[in-house]
């Protein structure tokens, strides 16, 4: 039986450019906003922190000193 990958997130390692997919998924969740987004959308991660942003506006926040 084939199993589909849809509705199911992604596990990854991000990396300086690019990442790599650990657990086989069609979307990861931003780590600020709770949103989905697509694994051919994603643009914007932290390699430290190992969480992916929506937005670069999501990115910039989870960065800024607290």
Not at 4 to 9: A, G, I, L, M
Not at 40 to 63: G, I, N
């Amino acid at each position: 039986m084939l199993m589909s990958n849809s509705d199911r997130p992604a596990r990854l390692h991000y990396m300086a450019n690019g990442f790599r997919v650990l657990a086989t998924g069609d979307h990861v969740v931003c780590a600020i906003s709770g949103e989905r987004i697509a694994l051919e959308d994603l643009r914007y991660w932290s390699v430290a922190r190992q969480e992916p942003y929506a937005t670069p506006q999501f990115a910039m926040q989870a960065m800024a000193p607290q």
